[in-house]
């Protein structure tokens, strides 16, 4: 009976932890967008986890729903890994601590898919790929072999811009020539005189990626962004960026996971502010000047992302957020 009571004892405390480091990390990641506009200064730890997920994702061994962020691990921060070791070791012992972490399913759908948008729009054309609010997106140097023609603007805010300059250094042991880092405070400098002085050409075909952002900005900084994308980038151009349902926003959790994380980043002191209501993203879209092409939701990214090779689903991802595809309209 001790014995029993005393595996009981261990399961019950081994589920709390990972059930905690599993709010934590969900917590931080939906904080990002937020903290980067606040912490202008500050190199924002939460680009470590989300990095962490998608290095986790990296090491499954079925190719199916494994992440392809090959370089994930590598941008993680040493201390970030020795503050938070169980993120460290084999593909195993890490996938028992985000098991029940809707944020980690999520995470590796919304990497394939906008991974998959990124590759369809590269052979259609698109010349320049625009990542706002970058952290250790590594798209420009995965992609780089695939498509040299491609150039790359990172912006994010100035201490994530240099820290992330730094990790590319001890990653490569130089700044690849097809990548530019934009510096920029979003409260006292313009995006549009920022990204033109850096080399981006408002008449060469687009592609803008706005991942993990939305949710914690006001409706006029997501207006305003849109808007810009309408204006100053060429027909055909696009961006694919990740939102929130607004119920959620509103104290409706019907949602799964959604109750759980908006009470923790809520108590953190960095509360959701935006969302686009179930089924009003077209026109909110359209209402920007842009063509919707998709929008998915976590049945579609499921599907089309976390079924392994036995026919199963690898987890349940969050299910309060979409990921919306939308374009610069054509001139008649």
Same mark, same amino acid.
């Given at each position: 009976?001790?014995?029993?009571?005393?595996?009981?004892?261990?399961?019950?405390?081994?589920?709390?932890?990972?059930?905690?480091?599993?709010?934590?990390?969900?917590?931080?990641?939906?904080?990002?967008? %937020?903290?980067?506009?606040?912490? @202008?200064?500050?190199?924002?730890?939460?680009?470590?986890?989300?990095?962490?997920?998608?290095?986790?994702?990296?090491?499954?061994?079925?190719?199916?729903?494994?992440?392809?962020?090959?370089?994930?691990?590598?941008?993680?921060?040493?201390?970030?890994?020795?503050?938070?070791?169980?993120?460290?070791?084999?593909?195993?012992?890490?996938?028992?601590?985000?098991?029940?972490?809707?944020?980690?399913?999520?995470?590796?759908?919304?990497?394939?898919?906008?991974?998959?948008?990124?590759? %369809?729009?590269?052979?259609?054309?698109?010349?320049?790929?625009?990542?706002?609010?970058?952290?250790?997106?590594?798209?420009?140097?995965?992609?780089?072999?695939?498509?040299?023609?491609?150039?790359?603007?990172?912006?994010?805010?100035?201490?994530?811009?240099? %820290?992330?300059?730094?990790?590319?250094?001890?990653?490569?042991?130089?700044?690849?020539?097809?990548?530019?880092?934009?510096?920029?405070?979003?409260?006292? %400098?313009?995006?549009?005189?920022?990204?033109?002085?850096?080399?981006?050409?408002?008449?060469?075909?687009?592609?803008?990626?706005?991942?993990?952002?939305?949710?914690?900005?006001?409706?006029?900084?997501?207006?305003?962004?849109?808007?810009?994308?309408?204006?100053?980038?060429?027909?055909?151009?696009?961006?694919?960026?990740?939102?929130?349902?607004?119920?959620?926003?509103?104290?409706?959790?019907?949602?799964?996971?959604?109750?759980?994380?908006?009470?923790?980043?809520?108590?953190?002191?960095?509360?959701?502010?935006?969302?686009?209501?179930?089924?009003?993203?077209?026109?909110?879209?359209? @209402?920007?000047?842009?063509?919707?092409?998709?929008?998915?939701?976590?049945?579609?990214?499921?599907?089309?992302?976390?079924?392994?090779?036995?026919?199963?689903?690898?987890?349940?991802?969050?299910?309060?957020?979409?990921?919306?595809?939308?374009?610069?309209?054509?001139?008649?």
């Amino acid at each position: 009976m001790m014995n029993l009571t005393s595996k009981s004892r261990k399961s019950r405390l081994n589920y709390f932890k990972a059930t905690l480091c599993a709010v934590f990390f969900l917590a931080a990641l939906l904080m990002y967008g %937020q903290l980067s506009v606040l912490a @202008s200064d500050k190199v924002s730890w939460t680009a470590d986890m989300v990095a962490a997920y998608r290095a986790i994702a990296a090491l499954d061994s079925d190719e199916n729903v494994r992440n392809p962020d090959y370089l994930a691990s590598r941008f993680v921060r040493p201390e970030f890994k020795t503050k938070f070791p169980a993120f460290d070791p084999g593909f195993e012992g890490a996938r028992k601590v985000v098991q029940e972490s809707p944020a980690y399913f999520y995470v590796n759908a919304r990497t394939h898919h906008i991974d998959t948008i990124l590759k %369809q729009e590269a052979a259609n054309g698109v010349n320049q790929v625009i990542i706002l609010g970058a952290g250790y997106d590594s798209r420009a140097y995965r992609f780089r072999d695939a498509f040299p023609r491609l150039r790359f603007f990172e912006v994010d805010l100035p201490a994530m811009s240099l %820290q992330k300059k730094l990790r590319v250094k001890e990653i490569f042991g130089y700044l690849p020539e097809n990548v530019v880092h934009i510096p920029l405070d979003f409260n006292t %400098q313009s995006l549009k005189a920022a990204l033109i002085e850096a080399g981006y050409t408002p008449t060469k075909k687009s592609l803008f990626i706005w991942e993990g952002v939305t949710y914690f900005i006001s409706p006029e900084g997501v207006d305003s962004t849109l808007k810009f994308i309408a204006k100053h980038a060429s027909p055909g151009s696009s961006v694919v960026f990740d939102y929130m349902l607004l119920p959620v926003i509103e104290g409706d959790y019907r949602y799964y996971g959604s109750r759980r994380i908006a009470t923790a980043v809520a108590r953190r002191g960095e509360p959701y502010i935006f969302g686009i209501r179930e089924g009003g993203a077209e026109h909110f879209v359209r @209402s920007k000047g842009l063509t919707p092409n998709s929008d998915l939701g976590p049945k579609d990214l499921t599907q089309a992302y976390l079924i392994r090779r036995d026919g199963s689903v690898d987890g349940r991802m969050a299910e309060f957020l979409r990921i919306m595809q939308a374009r610069v309209q054509e001139m008649n």
